[in-house]
């Protein structure tokens, strides 16, 4: 009999009570007040007043959180958008000048410079710049920001497509790309196109409207443009803006000759004379699309005995998360478009949800966002909130990471060597063709926020610009004019997380090299991939990823090195 999966307890509160909820202004304020007022007489006090907080901010967190989470799950639900609305609109702002308070009362404690300075370093890093970006004034624009980035998701998830009869969501549609009827994919691929172009004058007047709000942001912070401000924001201290010029320039010359000899080979089995946008996803030797599984439970039991052959506790952690019902796989109308794994600070366990059709895609979503998910768990214990708040290009080198570390044992999922073959070279292809295209949203968000005035015409001749630059050779989007023009409306991020996205080609790279290093060394690999997760953010970007094995470069050499190795481990297939 299989042991039935552990379920833990929130751990006890020591500051709030165990009954506290968050469910009105009134409720938190007095804790606030009391933080804020509270003497700190000595380095230990400093240290217990960073505790009681990093209690506060894990729980105002995952309350956040949830209600986030349920909003995503049914967008239809105006009880559930009114409660994330709430968080936005009435504590969010009220809390702001508190954190601004707090950042100021710790790093302005005499005690502070007898904290333990390489315990403490990074999360001191990070008050000092929260501290030099705040601006009181702005609170009302974050407020409105975050209003406005909540309509792309409503906007994108009501898009559907009518085929045969029934209504598809976007994600069901985009399944049937992979059929080998090339009239099929084409008229699929239309009826999508002219989903998004009915919405394209909507969601461009909102991109505008996001624009204008985060320059003025910047611009009370006293930076040039927003893309400064939001790369002190996000913490980027480990590189800078010129080390993500060089890094897409180097894509530009080793990655994207490789999606060109991957596209030709592609356009020649397909026997086409040109090979067209809804070309791309279909087996080239003329295999139906491949079905790993089918329905939310078959996904769930075979990513658990994946995760289980990599090592047992990765198992555990996806049977722990499925046991708690923290796990929302299916795509279904109404629900909001994407995937993502939300830590939950105070349970320590996290939510994975995605929209799962039955596709490799999704299998390689589930995989990823379960490799955020064994982040989560290995990061949990730390001791404060901020320890476990992961800068991007440490969190996505866990999911990207486990979606290589996993190859090896999709076989779970598909009864032959062949389809199990042909998985691999799919998601390898996607992987080279992946870091181009971060390069090229990467560039795009430069350009956009340098040039903040733009008009929505300059927006797309510089779409086209960029993405002709780094983008394939091969594939002919004549008739399709249009939908390339808007190509970039599709990347969510864009919208509601701007910036986040080099991170990916980052750690793409950083996921490459562990599994260079599990190939020559599983045990060895492993051991160090778990170590450099269970720091959480205690440590720089580039210690992190040594602690796993690997180096942090952006050079076109490094590139090159590991971009030959995948096309080695491609070549095989």
């Known amino acids: ?10 751990p006890a509160r020591k500051y709030l009570s165990e009954e506290f ?59 559930y958008e009114e409660a994330f609305n709430f968080m936005v609109t009435e504590i969010d702002p009220k809390a702001a000048p508190y954190s ?103 969601l461009d ?7 204008r709000l985060r320059d003025k942001i910047a611009k009370q912070a006293d930076y040039a443009n927003y893309r400064d401000y939001k790369l002190d924001a996000l913490g980027r201290f ?43 996803d279909v087996d080239p030797t003329g295999k139906s699309g491949l079905k790993p599984f ?30 708690m019902g923290h796990l929302d796989l299916e795509s279904r109308l109404g629900k909001a478009p994407g995937g993502f794994n939300y830590p939950l600070y105070e349970i320590g366990v996290p939510f994975i949800f995605m929209n799962s059709v039955g596709s490799l895609r999704d299998l390689i979503t589930m995989v990823h966002e379960g490799g955020h998910a064994v982040h989560s768990f290995l990061s949990k214990d730390l001791e404060i909130t901020a320890f476990k708040n992961l800068p991007s290009e440490v969190a996505e080198l866990a999911s990207m990471s486990m979606e290589l570390l996993s190859i090896d044992q999709w076989d779970v999922f598909f009864d032959n060597e062949a389809d199990l073959n042909r998985a691999k070279k799919e998601h390898l292809e996607k992987i080279m063709a992946v870091l181009p295209w971060t390069a090229t949203i990467d560039a795009f968000q430069h350009w956009l926020y340098e040039n903040p005035t733009h008009t929505e015409e300059e927006r797309a001749e510089n779409w086209l610009r960029i993405s002709s630059e780094l983008g394939s050779d091969v594939v002919d989007w004549s008739g399709y004019e249009e939908a390339r023009k808007y190509q970039w409306q599709k990347q969510l991020h864009l919208y509601e997380v701007p910036f986040y996205y080099i991170e990916y080609a980052i750690a793409q790279l950083g996921a490459i090299a562990v599994w260079r290093n599990y ?55």
């Open 238 to 280: 480990d590189y800078t803006t010129e080390d993500c010029f060089t890094f897409h320039q180097a894509i530009g010359a080793e990655c994207v000759p490789l999606v060109n000899k991957v596209d030709q080979a592609r356009k020649e089995q397909l026997s086409v004379d040109s090979l067209k946008p809804y070309d791309g």
């Open 100 to 202: 601004d308070k707090f950042n100021h009362k710790l790093l302005e404690s005499p005690y502070c410079k007898e904290l333990n300075e390489e315990k403490y370093r990074i999360f001191l890093r990070s008050l000092n710049m929260q501290v030099k970006l705040y601006r009181e004034e702005s609170i009302p624009l974050f407020t409105t920001l975050q209003q406005l980035q909540q309509r792309y998701g409503a906007i994108t998830g009501s898009m559907s497509i009518e085929h045969e009869g029934k209504t598809l969501t976007l994600q069901m549609a985009n399944s049937l790309l992979k059929e080998t009827d090339r009239e099929l994919r084409r008229t699929i691929y239309e009826k999508v196109n002219a989903a998004r172009l009915e919405k394209s004058g909507e």
């Open 21 to 79: 909820k968050i469910d009105s202004w009134e409720s938190l304020e007095p804790i606030f007040d009391e933080l804020l007022e509270r003497q700190i007489v000595s380095v230990q006090s400093l240290e217990n007043w960073i505790h009681d907080l990093s209690e506060v901010e894990a729980v105002l967190s995952e309350e956040t959180a949830w209600r986030y989470i349920r909003m995503n799950i049914d967008t239809k639900n105006k009880e």
């Open 519 to 573: 190939r020559e060394n599983p045990e060895k690999a492993l051991d160090q991939y778990e170590a450099a997760l269970s720091l959480g953010y205690t440590k720089p970007i580039g210690e992190i990823y040594r602690t796993a094995g690997i180096e942090f470069n952006f050079s076109q050499e490094y590139v090159r090195e590991l971009m030959e190795f995948v096309w080695n481990e491609y070549s095989k297939l």
């Open 294 to 323: 089918v329905g939310e439970k078959e996904l769930i039991e075979k990513s658990i005995e994946a995760f289980r052959r990599i090592r047992p506790y990765y198992g555990e952690c996806l049977e722990t998360m499925n046991a």
């Open 1 to 10: 009999m299989e042991k039935e999966a552990v379920i833990p307890t929130r």
């Open 205 to 211: 007047q909102l991109f505008t409207e996001l624009i």
